[in-house]
């Protein structure tokens, strides 16, 4: 069974009331949910954490060898200044999908410029709460693929 550790950061707590305009309405408890259905319909496993401190999430990422095959995670702003981040993806080795709900690439200057990217497999961004579930799908058809 393939086992996938979903990280989101800073502020992502406050999906549902941050921001509609540009995250949407669905809050993170929702995203979480349709993620269990989504890993369970699939004979898969999600563990869905949030933290707004960069130092948790480096040691979530630290701990992940030997308990998860997979990883999505939706860094919020640190995507754009954690070298950290970037650092600790690279030294577990295990796939990561960077996520995004808006685009960060069509939005203000700091944000086109991811520090995670080079670390990740892949990048699902723009679709809203979705982004979430279609990075899940396509790690997930990764993950089967080699197994
Ligand atoms: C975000 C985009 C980031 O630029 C921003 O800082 C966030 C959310 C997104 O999901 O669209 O907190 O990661």
Redesign the pocket.
């Known amino acids: 069974m393939a086992r996938v550790l979903v990280l989101s ?4 707590q406050l999906l549902g009331t941050r921001e509609p305009a ?2 949407g309405r669905t809050t993170l408890a929702e995203i979480h949910a349709e993620l269990a259905e989504l890993a369970a319909a699939r004979g898969a496993a999600v563990d869905c954490r949030q933290s707004n401190h960069e130092g948790e999430l480096l040691d979530w990422i630290g701990a992940v060898r030997g308990v998860f095959d997979g990883m999505l995670l ?7 200044t954690s070298y950290a981040l970037r650092d600790a993806i690279q030294a577990v080795g295990l796939p990561c999908v960077e ?6 690439e069509a ?1 203000e200057p ?2 086109r410029r991811s520090r995670i990217a080079a670390a990740c497999v892949a990048k699902v ?2 679709f809203g709460a979705r ?1 979430y579930a279609l990075a899940l799908e396509g790690l997930l058809d990764r993950l089967d693929a080699r197994s």
């Not at 939706?74 to 754009?80: D, E, I, L, R, V």
Request: proline share 8%.
């Open positions: 950061g800073p502020n992502l540009i995250y939706n860094a919020g702003a640190f995507t754009h996520v995004h709900l808006s685009n960060p939005r700091f944000r961004a723009g982004s």
